[in-house]
């Protein structure tokens, strides 16, 4: 079975495309951040692709403060077709963890934020890109699975509300994001730790992929 790999940005992709390059049948595509570029992007792509499933994966921020950085989180829709219906236990037994996921539509940076969308929600983690890509997949008939990795845990606070440095189109403004840094150089050691660790989640999350893709789904 063919299957694309969806990521918001190239940053969360890079280490899965390193191990995944030389794999047939596995396809990547950056869609750029938010629900609209997620859409648009994957509805161009299966205009000349058809997939047998998609995968939307990338970074989420924890809502449950019982999930930690590095964790990886998944949510399938039932049922799935037999074509990839063992797909759940593969990710279970490479130590994923079924778990609600928010499509939300900012990026939720406080700790105040995250407890108020856990208490309104249920939900265990939060990303902006799934529900867009789900509800294109249900329309075409194939099957989608959100596969996820903690980024930033519930307990912990962004060192600034990345929010004001997205463009209407939810492009980041680096220009804008690099003056606020200017402004608040105190800052740094708390972004460069936050680099640090979406680094780390988007390896764990490149390992946890390649090792299911490595396991027939059907």
């Known amino acids: 079975m063919s299957a694309l790999v969806c990521f918001a940005l190239k940053e969360e992709a890079a280490p899965f495309q390193k191990m995944a390059a030389a794999k047939s049948g596995v396809s990547v595509l950056i869609t750029g951040i938010g629900r609209d570029n997620a859409e648009k992007s994957l509805r161009n792509y299966l205009a000349s692709h058809s997939p047998g499933l998609v995968l939307t994966c990338g970074f989420a921020g924890g809502l449950d403060p019982a999930l930690k950085l590095g964790d990886i989180i998944f949510e399938a829709p039932a049922p799935l077709p037999d074509s990839c219906a063992s797909l759940p236990h593969s990710l279970a037994a490479a130590g994923a963890k079924p778990a609600k996921i928010l ?116």
């Open 103 to 218: 499509c939300a539509n900012r990026i939720a940076t406080t700790v105040d934020e995250r407890r108020t969308l856990r208490m309104q929600t249920g939900a265990d983690a939060a990303e902006m890109e799934s529900g867009a890509i789900h509800a294109v997949c249900r329309g075409r008939g194939i099957p989608a699975v959100t596969v996820r990795v903690i980024s930033d845990t519930a307990l912990e606070a962004l060192p600034l509300d990345f929010n004001r440095f997205l463009t209407a189109d939810k492009t980041l403004d680096l220009k804008k994001l690099l003056g606020a840094v200017a402004m608040s150089p105190g800052k740094i050691g708390a972004l460069m730790k936050l680099q640090r660790q979406a680094a780390f989640a988007a390896g764990r999350l490149a390992e946890t992929l390649f090792k299911v893709l490595q396991t027939p789904i059907d």
